[in-house]
């Protein structure tokens, strides 16, 4: 198996009015193509910013990110935006859907902001995969919040991003549908050979994951 992404140590540092916070301590982290990511730890132990800080969203303070051996950090933050927009897909537990387009138009936006059309069979396939192809026409505020992450998920897969990031995805939704929504994204990837990383507190999910990275104030205590 092949290394898609390889973090060295990789700082966060908050300033805050009441002085530093060391988010991220010297982490070190090798993630393999096609393999399904838990990242799992306490409250307040760092998981968002390492997502945030190994996806390109938030710079880190220290150390190293490389994507297929390219420095995410590097380029120009407009390079950076483009590639990040091509190899690497997000799901949020708010789903973070446009409430003023309707579902078809949110899972093809990303694509569109690329200049690309979806392939129409890729679409039929993704939207029925995940159940919504009765919900394209709807807008978000008309939909469950387990088909609002569904339709988010659609729009992340569509794009064929070689990398999914997820922080907490199922945090807004019931157990069971939560646990449902989980067994959609790791089927998609899997179809499609997507390095997924889904930070989570449901030990359910992290037992479905191919490999678990604890962290611990900062750290990474296991999986590194
Ligand atoms: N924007 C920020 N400014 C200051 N401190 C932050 C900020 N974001 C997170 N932190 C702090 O960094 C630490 C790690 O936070 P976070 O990565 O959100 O943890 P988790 O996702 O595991 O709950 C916490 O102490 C949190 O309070
Ligand atoms: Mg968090």
């Not at 950090?73 to 446009?98: E, H, I, P």
């Not at 392939?119 to 709807?138: H, S």
Request: proline share 3%.
């Amino acid at each position: 198996m092949s290394t898609i992404l390889q973090a060295r140590e990789l700082c966060k540092t908050y300033k805050t009015s009441s002085g530093d916070v060391l988010a991220l301590k010297n982490v070190d982290l090798d993630l393999e193509e096609g393999v399904f990511y838990a990242v799992t730890g306490r409250s307040g132990s760092g998981k968002s910013t390492l997502l945030h800080v190994l996806s390109g969203l938030d710079r880190p303070t220290g150390g190293r990110v490389t994507v297929d051996g390219t420095d995410l950090y590097a380029w120009s933050d407009d390079r950076m935006s483009a590639f990040r927009r091509r190899t690497m897909g997000f799901v949020f537990q708010q789903y973070n859907l446009l409430e003023d387009y309707n579902v078809k138009t949110n899972i093809c936006m990303p694509l569109r902001l690329d200049g690309k059309r979806p392939d129409e069979a890729f679409f039929e396939e993704v939207t029925q995969a995940l159940g919504i192809q009765g919900k394209l026409r709807k807008y978000p505020g008309e939909l469950s919040g387990g088909e609002q992450q569904r339709a988010a998920i659609a729009r992340c897969v569509l794009a064929r991003p070689r990398l999914i990031f997820a922080d907490e995805p199922t945090g807004n939704l019931d157990r069971r549908t939560g646990e449902e929504t989980m067994a959609l994204l790791t089927s998609c990837a899997a179809r499609y050979g997507q390095t997924l990383i889904v930070v989570t507190h449901n030990p359910e999910i992290v037992r479905m994951a191919d490999k678990v990275i604890r962290i611990e104030d900062g750290a990474v205590t296991e999986g590194a």
